[in-house]
Nanobody
């Protein structure tokens, strides 16, 4: 059974950094893509990054490219999202999600992901 539990959210000042974690529990990372998504109140869910378990290819949404970095750590079987240079446009609930796929690459289209975590809150304020 796929289990996703995000952690690492919190409150930071503009320009600050956070690192979100998503342990890959109950499944083999190689057979899945993991995506990070966010949703702010009153806004649609936004795909911000993904990583393919089959070949390590990553993707980023335009709003976070160059500031955020997704990675997978084999030692602890965890997908991380390093978020730098946070702005007042970044606050949201951040979710990780899993999509079973052995294809090359990944997608940030949230409709293709079947398993979701409960989310972790990120706040950016001075």
């Amino acid at each position: 059974e796929v289990q996703l539990v995000e952690s690492g959210g919190g409150s930071v000042q503009p320009g600050g950094s956070l690192r979100l974690s998503c342990p890959a529990a109950g499944f083999t990372f190689d057979d899945y893509s993991i995506g990070w998504f966010r949703q702010a109140p009153g806004k649609e869910r936004e795909g911000i990054s993904c990583i393919s378990g089959s070949d390590g290819i990553v993707q980023y949404g335009d709003s976070v490219r160059g500031r955020f970095a997704i990675s997978y750590n084999l030692a602890d079987n965890t997908v991380y999202l390093q978020m730098n240079s946070l702005t007042p446009e970044d606050p949201a609930t951040y979710y990780c999600a899993a999509r079973r796929s052995k294809l090359s690459g990944c997608t940030v289209l949230h409709g293709t992901y079947g398993d979701w975590g409960q989310g972790t809150q990120v706040t950016v304020s001075s």
